[in-house]
């Protein structure tokens, strides 16, 4: 990809679109949101998704907040399709990868990058309560300065993969049925996780 981030430009229009849709899904309005909506237009731009959704796109978030609400709402990418994983990093970053050609790329928020939005929102004395001013000034900070954005290689199994599962099976303790591979074996036998390692694990 060489020097990825020399020439993406996004859309002003678009991304306005993508904030009212977000509104809807996540709730609110807030820079979680913005971020997380530049993060998934850089990464169409990056991988040249000509549309999202992208059957072919799985993309794996890092952190349970605003953010990938926002990756969720641009991409449409969902846990319930398989094509959204969750790495609990607790970091604002997303992995974008692409099936159909196997190209990954994660982009993740420079940790200056809110100082450097706070300081042009004081310089044009933007109040705090006006949406669109701090959106457009989230959406001014160049990709460059915004985001750290990495090619990356991503190895999905086949039980990772969306389509039907590929197996099942019970567990030998609760009796509950476990799908895409997610048991582990004692003894030579199929167990959940949770009867092996405890409630919540
Ligand atoms: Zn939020
Ligand atoms: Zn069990």
New binding site residues.
């Given amino acids: 990809m060489g020097d990825i981030t020399k020439k993406i430009e996004l859309s002003y229009d678009e991304f306005l679109a993508e904030v009212k849709k977000a509104k809807k899904f996540h709730g609110h309005i807030c820079g979680g949101i913005f971020t997380g909506i530049k993060v998934a237009l850089a990464a169409k731009k990056i991988l040249n998704i000509k549309k999202y959704p992208d059957r072919d796109l799985i993309v794996i978030t890092e952190i349970d907040r605003c953010l990938t609400d926002a990756v969720m709402s641009v991409t449409g990418c969902r846990l319930g399709r398989k094509t959204l994983k969750f790495n609990d990093y607790g970091k604002f970053g997303a992995t974008f990868c692409s099936l159909a050609d196997g190209r990954a790329v994660r982009i993740a928020v420079r940790p200056d990058a809110m100082d450097r939005i706070q300081k042009e929102i004081e310089k044009k004395n933007i109040d705090e309560h006006d949406k669109e001013s701090y959106g457009l000034a989230v959406f001014c900070l160049p990709v460059k300065q915004h985001f750290i954005i990495t090619k990356t290689e991503v190895n999905f199994s086949e039980y990772d993969l969306p389509g039907r599962p590929k197996v099942i099976k019970p567990?030998s303790?609760?009796g509950?049925n476990i799908f895409d591979g997610r048991h582990e074996t004692k003894n030579g036998l199929a167990?959940?996780r949770?009867?092996l390692n405890g409630p919540g694990r």
């Fill in positions: 567990c303790m609760c509950e167990c959940c949770p009867c």
